[in-house]
C-alpha cells in the first residue's frame, strides 16, 4: 500500500530560525495536502499542490511538490512561537483524486524564543 | 457556517462497554472520513464513508468497529467492547462533494479513555 515518510519527526529550533520539513511518498501522487495541528487541537488545512514542480508561498510559508510528484517540503522562513505544532503532509494517490488521503507521520516543530 | 461538530468531546468507557462517536459534517459536504489518532503519532485513516455509502474501510479493525453515515442525520463511528487500546483521539473530516482534489476540515475530536 501507500506510503507517506515525514522527516523529521521532531525539530526544536530558535525563533527566527528557519525551518523545513520533508515528506516522501512510495507512489506517485495525485495530490499532496499540508496540514498544521496545534498542541491538544485538530489538524487544520494549510494547502494543496497539484502540479508537477509547482510551489506555492503563504507569508512565511512556501510549499513545494517535487517534479515527480513523489515528494514535497515545506520551509517556514524567521519562525516565530505562533509556527509551534506538528505539520503534516497528506497525500492523494493514483490517478483517481477523491480517493482516501494518506498522512505521513509528521514534523513537531518547538520554537523557543 | 459552522464546522464539523463531534460529540462528545471526551468520552470515557470502562472494558468492555461501547463507545458511540457522532460527527456532523460542514453543511454542503457529503463526505465523511474518520482518522484515530495515538498521542505523539499521526493521522491513521479508519473509513470514508458518502450518504448511506461505505466507500473505503481499509484502514478499519475487522472486529468491534463499525461506521455508518445515514441519510439523515449524523455519520457514528462504533466501537462495541473497547479494550486499552481503543484509547486515542478520533477524528472526523468532511469534505465537499465537488469533483477534483479535495481538503479536509476537520472536527475537534472525541477522546476517548478505557479504563
Known amino acids: 500500500g501507500q506510503q507517506v515518510m515525514q522527516i523529521p519527526q521532531y525539530q526544536h529550533v530558535q525563533e527566527g530560525e528557519d525551518f523545513t520539513t520533508y515528506c516522501n511518498s512510495s507512489?506517485?501522487?495525485?495530490?499532496i495536502q499540508w496540514y498544521k495541528q496545534r498542541p491538544g487541537g485538530h489538524p487544520v488545512f494549510l494547502i494543496q499542490?497539484?502540479?508537477?514542480?509547482e510551489v506555492k508561498k503563504q507569508k512565511r510559508l512556501t510549499f513545494q511538490f517535487g517534479e515527480a510528484k513523489k515528494n514535497s517540503s515545506l520551509h517556514i522562513t524567521a519562525t516565530q512561537t505562533t509556527d509551534v505544532g506538528t505539520y503534516f503532509c497528506?497525500?492523494?494517490?493514483?490517478?483517481?483524486?477523491?480517493?482516501?488521503?494518506?498522512f505521513g507521520e509528521g514534523t513537531q516543530l518547538t520554537v523557543n524564543p | 457556517n459552522a464546522g464539523v461538530m463531534q460529540n462528545p468531546r471526551h468520552l470515557v468507557r470502562r472494558r468492555g462497554q461501547e463507545a458511540r462517536l457522532r460527527c456532523s459534517p460542514m453543511?454542503?459536504?457529503?463526505?465523511v472520513y474518520w482518522y484515530r489518532q495515538l498521542p505523539e503519532e499521526g493521522l491513521k485513516f479508519m473509513v470514508y464513508?458518502?450518504?448511506?455509502?461505505?466507500?473505503?474501510e481499509s484502514g478499519m479493525p475487522k472486529e468491534r468497529f463499525s461506521a455508518e453515515f445515514p441519510k439523515e442525520g449524523p455519520s457514528i463511528l462504533r466501537i462495541q467492547q473497547v479494550v486499552r487500546g481503543d484509547s486515542a483521539a478520533y477524528f472526523c473530516?468532511?469534505?465537499?462533494?465537488?469533483?477534483?482534489?479535495?481538503?479536509?476540515?476537520f472536527g475537534p475530536g472525541t477522546r476517548l479513555t478505557v479504563t
Open positions: 473530516a468532511s469534505s465537499p462533494l465537488a469533483g477534483g482534489p479535495r481538503e479536509q476540515y
Open positions: 507512489t506517485t501522487l495525485s495530490n
Open positions: 453543511k454542503g459536504h457529503s463526505h
Open positions: 497528506a497525500g492523494e494517490g493514483g490517478e483517481t483524486s477523491g480517493s482516501r488521503l494518506t
Open positions: 499542490l497539484v502540479k508537477s514542480g
Open positions: 464513508l458518502q450518504k448511506e455509502n461505505i466507500i473505503d
